[in-house]
Protein backbone atom coordinates (compact mmCIF):
# COMPACT_ATOMS: atom_id res chain seq x y z
CA UNK A 1 0.00 0.00 0.00
CA UNK A 2 1.38 3.46 -0.95
CA UNK A 3 0.22 6.56 1.32
CA UNK A 4 -2.07 8.89 -0.74
CA UNK A 5 -0.20 12.27 -0.14
CA UNK A 6 -0.49 15.40 -1.67
CA UNK A 7 3.42 16.36 -1.28
CA UNK A 8 5.01 13.96 0.83
CA UNK A 9 8.15 15.41 1.72
CA UNK A 10 9.92 14.53 5.33
CA UNK A 11 9.43 11.59 7.79
CA UNK A 12 10.45 12.53 10.91
CA UNK A 13 12.90 10.37 13.24
CA UNK A 14 12.79 10.63 17.18
CA UNK A 15 16.37 9.55 17.79
CA UNK A 16 16.25 9.97 21.63
CA UNK A 17 14.11 11.22 24.66
CA UNK A 18 17.19 12.43 26.31
CA UNK A 19 18.05 16.50 26.25
CA UNK A 20 20.06 18.80 27.54
CA UNK A 21 18.00 21.10 28.23
CA UNK A 22 14.33 21.23 30.49
CA UNK A 23 12.40 23.49 28.24
CA UNK A 24 8.83 25.24 29.91
CA UNK A 25 7.51 24.77 26.80
CA UNK A 26 8.45 21.10 25.89
CA UNK A 27 5.91 19.24 24.14
CA UNK A 28 7.04 15.55 24.23
CA UNK A 29 4.93 13.63 26.86
CA UNK A 30 7.77 11.97 28.94
CA UNK A 31 9.76 15.33 29.60
CA UNK A 32 6.47 16.15 31.79
CA UNK A 33 6.11 14.94 35.89
CA UNK A 34 3.94 11.41 35.65
CA UNK A 35 4.78 10.82 31.83
CA UNK A 36 5.91 8.12 30.24
CA UNK A 37 8.96 6.81 30.72
CA UNK A 38 12.27 7.12 27.77
CA UNK A 39 11.32 5.16 24.88
CA UNK A 40 14.04 2.63 23.83
CA UNK A 41 16.55 4.16 21.89
CA UNK A 42 17.31 1.15 19.42
CA UNK A 43 20.46 0.89 17.45
CA UNK A 44 21.02 2.25 13.92
CA UNK A 45 21.24 -1.01 12.53
CA UNK A 46 17.67 -1.50 13.74
CA UNK A 47 16.38 2.01 13.16
CA UNK A 48 17.52 2.06 9.41
CA UNK A 49 15.92 -1.32 8.65
CA UNK A 50 12.77 -0.63 10.24
CA UNK A 51 11.93 3.11 8.98
CA UNK A 52 13.72 3.17 5.09
CA UNK A 53 10.98 0.15 4.18
CA UNK A 54 8.36 3.57 5.59
CA UNK A 55 10.28 6.00 3.65
CA UNK A 56 10.16 4.22 0.13
CA UNK A 57 5.84 3.12 0.77
CA UNK A 58 5.25 6.86 1.82
CA UNK A 59 7.57 7.80 -1.17
CA UNK A 60 9.38 10.37 1.33
CA UNK A 61 12.53 12.33 -0.03
CA UNK A 62 13.62 13.28 3.45
CA UNK A 63 14.23 11.92 6.70
CA UNK A 64 13.55 14.95 9.70
CA UNK A 65 16.33 13.78 12.70
CA UNK A 66 14.79 15.51 16.06
CA UNK A 67 14.50 14.21 19.91
CA UNK A 68 14.91 15.13 22.25
CA UNK A 69 18.37 16.30 21.46
CA UNK A 70 19.88 14.04 18.71
CA UNK A 71 23.69 15.30 18.89
CA UNK A 72 23.94 13.25 22.27
CA UNK A 73 23.56 9.85 20.42
CA UNK A 74 27.39 9.29 19.76
CA UNK A 75 26.40 7.12 16.63
CA UNK A 76 24.50 10.14 14.76
CA UNK A 77 27.20 10.20 11.85
CA UNK A 78 26.56 6.81 11.65
CA UNK A 79 22.53 7.18 11.16
CA UNK A 80 22.97 9.99 8.40
CA UNK A 81 25.46 8.54 6.11
CA UNK A 82 22.81 5.41 6.14
CA UNK A 83 20.11 7.53 5.06
CA UNK A 84 22.46 9.32 2.67
CA UNK A 85 23.65 6.44 1.04
CA UNK A 86 19.63 5.95 -0.10
CA UNK A 87 19.85 9.06 -1.79
CA UNK A 88 17.72 10.77 1.11
CA UNK A 89 17.86 14.48 2.44
CA UNK A 90 18.26 14.48 6.04
CA UNK A 91 17.50 17.53 8.04
CA UNK A 92 18.62 17.75 11.51
CA UNK A 93 16.83 19.46 14.29
CA UNK A 94 19.02 20.58 17.56
CA UNK A 95 18.80 22.75 20.61
CA UNK A 96 22.59 23.57 19.18
CA UNK A 97 24.39 23.89 21.83
CA UNK A 98 26.37 20.56 21.44
CA UNK A 99 27.49 21.59 17.90
CA UNK A 100 31.11 22.41 18.26
CA UNK A 101 33.89 22.93 14.61
CA UNK A 102 34.16 18.88 14.44
CA UNK A 103 30.72 18.26 14.64
CA UNK A 104 29.62 21.25 12.00
CA UNK A 105 32.35 19.71 9.57
CA UNK A 106 30.65 16.62 9.68
CA UNK A 107 27.48 17.86 8.99
CA UNK A 108 28.45 20.25 6.51
CA UNK A 109 30.30 16.66 4.90
CA UNK A 110 27.48 14.65 4.93
CA UNK A 111 24.89 17.48 3.68
CA UNK A 112 22.92 17.92 6.05
CA UNK A 113 20.53 20.72 5.24
CA UNK A 114 18.96 22.05 6.87
CA UNK A 115 19.65 22.40 10.73
CA UNK A 116 17.06 23.70 12.42
CA UNK A 117 17.83 25.39 15.40
CA UNK A 118 15.74 27.12 18.11
CA UNK A 119 16.01 31.03 19.12
CA UNK A 120 13.67 32.33 21.78
CA UNK A 121 14.86 35.69 22.15
CA UNK A 122 17.81 37.95 21.40
CA UNK A 123 18.19 38.72 25.27
CA UNK A 124 20.14 35.83 27.22
CA UNK A 125 17.99 35.87 30.49
CA UNK A 126 14.64 35.47 28.44
CA UNK A 127 15.84 32.68 26.48
CA UNK A 128 17.54 31.06 29.14
CA UNK A 129 14.46 30.98 31.14
CA UNK A 130 11.88 29.51 28.71
CA UNK A 131 14.67 27.08 28.16
CA UNK A 132 14.74 26.52 31.67
CA UNK A 133 18.88 26.16 31.20
CA UNK A 134 21.77 28.86 32.34
CA UNK A 135 24.06 29.59 29.89
CA UNK A 136 22.13 28.58 26.85
CA UNK A 137 22.07 31.40 24.67
CA UNK A 138 25.55 31.55 24.64
CA UNK A 139 26.07 28.20 23.84
CA UNK A 140 23.08 28.22 21.16
CA UNK A 141 24.53 31.43 19.86
CA UNK A 142 28.19 29.36 19.49
CA UNK A 143 26.62 26.32 17.84
CA UNK A 144 24.52 28.29 15.02
CA UNK A 145 27.95 30.20 14.12
CA UNK A 146 29.92 26.98 13.72
CA UNK A 147 27.32 25.59 11.24
CA UNK A 148 26.92 28.75 9.01
CA UNK A 149 30.84 28.89 9.31
CA UNK A 150 30.97 25.44 7.88
CA UNK A 151 28.34 26.36 5.47
CA UNK A 152 25.85 24.10 7.27
CA UNK A 153 22.21 26.18 6.16
CA UNK A 154 20.60 26.60 9.20
CA UNK A 155 16.63 27.54 9.81
CA UNK A 156 15.90 29.54 13.35
CA UNK A 157 13.02 28.36 15.02
CA UNK A 158 10.16 30.78 17.20
CA UNK A 159 8.28 29.41 19.27
CA UNK A 160 5.60 32.17 19.84
CA UNK A 161 4.92 32.08 23.64
CA UNK A 162 3.34 35.08 25.81
CA UNK A 163 6.98 36.24 27.38
CA UNK A 164 8.48 36.89 23.91
CA UNK A 165 5.66 37.78 21.95
CA UNK A 166 7.42 40.73 20.94
CA UNK A 167 10.46 39.21 20.39
CA UNK A 168 9.81 37.89 17.04
CA UNK A 169 11.61 40.97 15.44
CA UNK A 170 14.76 40.63 16.55
CA UNK A 171 14.92 37.17 16.81
CA UNK A 172 14.73 37.71 12.85
CA UNK A 173 17.90 40.29 12.99
CA UNK A 174 19.61 38.29 15.10
CA UNK A 175 19.03 35.38 12.56
CA UNK A 176 20.30 37.44 9.54
CA UNK A 177 23.39 38.53 11.53
CA UNK A 178 24.23 35.00 12.14
CA UNK A 179 23.93 33.56 8.44
CA UNK A 180 20.56 31.99 8.60
CA UNK A 181 18.49 31.45 5.53
CA UNK A 182 14.62 31.18 7.15
CA UNK A 183 12.97 31.64 9.96
CA UNK A 184 10.65 29.22 11.27
CA UNK A 185 7.27 30.90 13.22
CA UNK A 186 6.69 27.79 15.40
CA UNK A 187 2.75 28.62 17.77
CA UNK A 188 3.09 27.20 20.97
CA UNK A 189 2.06 22.92 21.05
CA UNK A 190 -0.01 23.41 24.30
CA UNK A 191 0.81 19.51 24.88
CA UNK A 192 3.16 17.99 27.21
CA UNK A 193 4.71 20.74 30.04
CA UNK A 194 3.66 23.55 27.76
CA UNK A 195 -0.26 22.49 28.95
CA UNK A 196 0.24 22.31 32.55
CA UNK A 197 2.08 26.17 32.07
CA UNK A 198 -0.76 27.13 29.70
CA UNK A 199 -1.32 30.19 31.75
CA UNK A 200 1.31 31.97 31.44
CA UNK A 201 2.64 30.66 28.22
CA UNK A 202 -0.29 31.01 25.68
CA UNK A 203 -0.10 34.30 23.88
CA UNK A 204 -3.18 36.68 23.49
CA UNK A 205 -5.10 36.10 20.14
CA UNK A 206 -4.19 39.94 19.52
CA UNK A 207 -0.18 39.17 19.86
CA UNK A 208 -0.43 36.14 17.84
CA UNK A 209 -2.01 38.22 15.05
CA UNK A 210 0.46 41.06 15.64
CA UNK A 211 3.22 38.77 15.10
CA UNK A 212 1.92 37.34 12.01
CA UNK A 213 1.77 40.46 10.77
CA UNK A 214 5.70 40.92 11.43
CA UNK A 215 6.61 37.72 10.05
CA UNK A 216 5.32 38.60 6.98
CA UNK A 217 7.02 42.10 6.59
CA UNK A 218 10.83 40.03 8.14
CA UNK A 219 12.46 39.28 4.38
CA UNK A 220 11.09 42.80 2.94
CA UNK A 221 14.15 44.05 6.16
CA UNK A 222 15.90 41.15 6.20
CA UNK A 223 16.47 39.95 2.13
CA UNK A 224 17.16 36.68 2.03
CA UNK A 225 16.04 35.42 5.16
CA UNK A 226 13.08 33.61 3.71
CA UNK A 227 9.99 33.38 6.86
CA UNK A 228 7.46 30.74 6.80
CA UNK A 229 5.29 29.00 9.65
CA UNK A 230 6.11 25.44 10.60
CA UNK A 231 2.91 24.58 12.69
CA UNK A 232 -0.72 25.87 11.08
CA UNK A 233 -2.39 28.94 12.95
CA UNK A 234 -6.37 28.54 13.96
CA UNK A 235 -8.29 30.24 11.38
CA UNK A 236 -9.59 32.66 14.12
CA UNK A 237 -6.35 33.91 14.96
CA UNK A 238 -5.38 35.09 11.37
CA UNK A 239 -4.69 38.80 11.08
CA UNK A 240 -7.39 40.75 9.88
CA UNK A 241 -7.75 40.50 6.12
CA UNK A 242 -6.36 37.02 6.17
CA UNK A 243 -7.66 33.68 4.10
CA UNK A 244 -9.82 32.11 6.19
CA UNK A 245 -10.92 29.61 3.20
CA UNK A 246 -7.60 27.34 3.15
CA UNK A 247 -7.07 25.62 6.45
CA UNK A 248 -3.11 25.12 6.79
CA UNK A 249 -2.39 27.86 3.85
CA UNK A 250 0.98 28.39 6.13
CA UNK A 251 1.76 25.19 7.41
CA UNK A 252 -0.27 22.86 8.16
CA UNK A 253 -1.46 20.29 10.86
CA UNK A 254 0.46 16.93 10.75
CA UNK A 255 -2.15 15.36 12.40
CA UNK A 256 -5.43 15.66 10.46
CA UNK A 257 -4.23 17.54 6.98
CA UNK A 258 -3.40 15.98 3.67
CA UNK A 259 0.35 15.33 4.33
CA UNK A 260 0.52 13.53 7.67
CA UNK A 261 3.84 13.64 9.34
CA UNK A 262 4.23 10.52 10.71
CA UNK A 263 7.09 9.88 13.29
CA UNK A 264 9.08 6.96 14.29
CA UNK A 265 10.50 7.06 17.81
CA UNK A 266 13.19 5.72 19.05
CA UNK A 267 12.20 2.25 19.62
CA UNK A 268 9.98 1.90 16.30
CA UNK A 269 7.10 3.10 17.80
CA UNK A 270 5.07 5.68 14.82
CA UNK A 271 3.16 8.50 15.69
CA UNK A 272 1.27 10.46 13.66
CA UNK A 273 3.42 13.48 14.08
CA UNK A 274 6.13 14.15 16.92
CA UNK A 275 3.41 16.23 18.83
CA UNK A 276 1.32 13.17 19.41
CA UNK A 277 1.41 10.91 22.10
CA UNK A 278 -0.92 8.07 20.79
CA UNK A 279 0.66 5.06 18.84
CA UNK A 280 -0.33 3.69 15.67
CA UNK A 281 1.40 0.71 15.83
CA UNK A 282 4.81 -0.78 16.38
CA UNK A 283 7.05 -1.39 13.30
CA UNK A 284 9.27 -3.94 15.43
CA UNK A 285 6.15 -6.30 15.68
CA UNK A 286 4.25 -4.62 12.44
CA UNK A 287 4.14 -4.46 8.67
CA UNK A 288 3.95 -0.93 7.66
CA UNK A 289 0.88 -1.39 5.60
CA UNK A 290 -0.72 -2.81 8.27
CA UNK A 291 0.12 1.02 10.41
CA UNK A 292 -0.74 2.54 7.78
CA UNK A 293 -4.21 0.90 7.20
CA UNK A 294 -4.93 1.77 10.81
CA UNK A 295 -3.94 5.72 10.54
CA UNK A 296 -6.55 5.91 7.20
CA UNK A 297 -9.06 4.50 8.92
CA UNK A 298 -9.13 6.46 11.98
CA UNK A 299 -7.76 9.66 10.26
CA UNK A 300 -11.08 11.30 9.30
CA UNK A 301 -12.79 9.97 12.04
CA UNK A 302 -11.17 10.78 15.25
CA UNK A 303 -13.36 13.35 17.75
CA UNK A 304 -11.63 16.87 18.26
CA UNK A 305 -11.40 17.42 22.26
CA UNK A 306 -13.14 20.92 22.90
CA UNK A 307 -14.45 22.65 25.92
CA UNK A 308 -15.64 26.29 24.95
CA UNK A 309 -15.74 28.44 21.85
CA UNK A 310 -14.21 26.16 19.25
CA UNK A 311 -17.07 23.39 19.66
CA UNK A 312 -19.54 26.26 18.64
CA UNK A 313 -17.42 27.55 15.42
CA UNK A 314 -18.50 26.83 12.01
CA UNK A 315 -14.87 26.39 10.89
CA UNK A 316 -14.39 23.85 13.17
CA UNK A 317 -14.38 21.21 10.54
CA UNK A 318 -12.14 22.76 8.22
CA UNK A 319 -9.85 24.11 11.24
CA UNK A 320 -9.31 21.26 12.96
CA UNK A 321 -8.61 24.28 15.64
CA UNK A 322 -4.78 24.19 13.67
CA UNK A 323 -3.26 21.28 15.86
CA UNK A 324 -4.80 18.33 16.41
CA UNK A 325 -2.37 17.35 19.23
CA UNK A 326 -3.24 20.55 20.85
CA UNK A 327 -7.04 20.22 20.58
CA UNK A 328 -6.97 16.57 21.68
CA UNK A 329 -5.43 17.85 25.18
CA UNK A 330 -8.04 20.80 24.81
CA UNK A 331 -5.20 23.26 24.64
CA UNK A 332 -6.33 25.19 21.33
CA UNK A 333 -9.39 25.83 22.91
CA UNK A 334 -7.15 27.81 25.32
CA UNK A 335 -5.30 29.31 22.49
CA UNK A 336 -8.09 30.85 21.09
CA UNK A 337 -9.72 32.11 23.96
CA UNK A 338 -8.59 35.45 23.77
CA UNK A 339 -10.70 35.72 20.09
CA UNK A 340 -13.89 35.26 21.43
CA UNK A 341 -13.19 37.33 24.52
CA UNK A 342 -13.65 34.15 26.92
CA UNK A 343 -10.93 33.74 29.86
CA UNK A 344 -8.22 31.25 29.65
CA UNK A 345 -8.77 28.10 31.09
CA UNK A 346 -6.72 27.05 34.07
CA UNK A 347 -4.65 24.14 33.38
Same mark, same amino acid.
Given at each position: #? ?5 ? @? ?5 ? !? ?20 ? @? ?34 ? =? ?13 ? !? ?13 ? #? ?9 ? @? ?47 ? @???? =? ?5 ? !? ?144 ? =? ?20 ? =? ?5
Amino acid at each position: #MTTSLEH @PSGLTLE !LTGRCTRNCRYCYNAWRSPGGP @PLPRELPVSELLSLVLPVVRATGRRRVDLTGGEPLL =RDDLPDLIQGLRLQG !LGVALTTDGGLVDAF #MAQVLARMQVS @PVQVTLLAADRGLHDELKGSPGAFDQTVEGIAQLTSAGVPVSIAFVHMR @PNAD =RLGEVAE !LAFALGARSLAFDRLCVTGQAARRAQELVPEAWQTREALRELDEIPKQWHGLRTYRAMSVPQCLEPDGASRGAPGQHGGCAASGPTPAFCVGADGRVRTCAAMTDTLGDLKHETWPAIEQRWQQTRLHAPVATSGGCAKCSDLDAC =RMGCRASADDNGVDRLVGAASG =RRLATP
